[in-house]
């Protein structure tokens, strides 16, 4: 008897390691969570940055009629893709 009742408190123990454990892994995921989604607040904001600095880098390009012919090509890709993706939203905005 003497022998379950040491296994038994052994037993409790180590489930009250496990659940320490557990409840520091939950508060630490919390925290990590939290710090991604700050991460990627930022990383969305830089990215809108950049986005711009390359369509006034664009504009400045066109305005002194620096670009050559890839260029071009390029900048009328992007420009086709922002169309499209406008004509998404319209399409999205009329259903």
Do not use: G
């Not at 008897?1 to 409840?23: G, P, R, T, Y």
């Not at 991604?36 to 305005?63: C, F, G, N, P, R």
């Amino acid at each position: 008897m003497k022998e379950l009742d040491i296994q038994l408190k052994s037993l409790q123990n180590k489930l009250q390691l496990l659940l320490k454990q557990n409840q520091h892994l939950v508060k630490q995921h919390t925290a990590l969570q939290t710090e991604k989604e700050k991460l990627q607040v930022a990383l969305k904001e830089k990215t809108d940055i950049l986005q711009q600095l390359h369509q006034q880098i664009d504009i400045l390009k066109l305005t002194s009629n620096a670009l050559n012919d890839s260029e071009k090509k390029q900048l009328e890709k992007r420009i086709d893709t922002y169309l499209t993706e406008i004509e998404k939203c319209l399409t999205l905005l009329n259903a």
